[in-house]
């Protein structure tokens, strides 16, 4: 009986390790719709930084507060997150426009970012209201 025990002990406690040692589920914490879903940490943490720093703000002013402290990086409850997909997607096309009219097929230097125009301000003074927006493709006077 006491062997039986030690057994079954000895089986539950190699169980119990096994699935200490596994690595947790990941767990999704995010809500990716531009940015890709295996972008790495590295990666996402420096596009983030550099949005802070191109529009002078911190996290939370894309980034819903949690109801439990912190911030919700997964919420869509700010409308600045949207506003950042469709400059991220703008952006986008912009370079890819720009490189599409160059020869060189090896540069990956984009012709614009969000400092380009932000500059350090969230909300950056609009000049020209009066101007016809150029729309690549459309060539038409």
């Known amino acids: 009986m006491t062997k039986a025990l030690l057994t079954v002990g000895f089986i539950a406690l190699i169980g119990a390790c096994l699935v200490a040692m596994r690595p947790p589920a990941r767990q999704q914490h995010h809500n990716f719709k531009v ?3 295996n972008i790495t940490k590295d990666s996402l943490d420096m596009i983030m930084d ?3 720093m191109a529009l002078g703000v911190k996290c939370g002013f894309c980034h819903a507060p949690s109801p439990t402290g912190g911030l919700d990086m997964a919420s869509d409850d700010k409308p600045e997150k949207e506003i950042a997909r469709k400059m991220m ?3 986008a096309n ?3 426009y720009m490189r599409s009219l160059s020869d060189d097929t090896t540069n990956r230097e984009e012709a614009v970012t969000c ?3 932000h500059r350090g301000d969230p909300h950056p003074e609009v000049k020209y209201t009066n101007a016809t927006p150029y729309i690549p493709g ?3 006077k």
Do not use: A, E, G, Y
Request: proline share 6%; glycine share 0%.
């Open 94 to 96: 912009i370079n890819q």
């Open 115 to 117: 400092i380009t125009c």
């Open 89 to 91: 997607v703008m952006t």
């Open 138 to 140: 459309n060539h038409s």
């Open 50 to 52: 550099h949005f802070k």
């Open 35 to 37: 940015l890709p879903q």
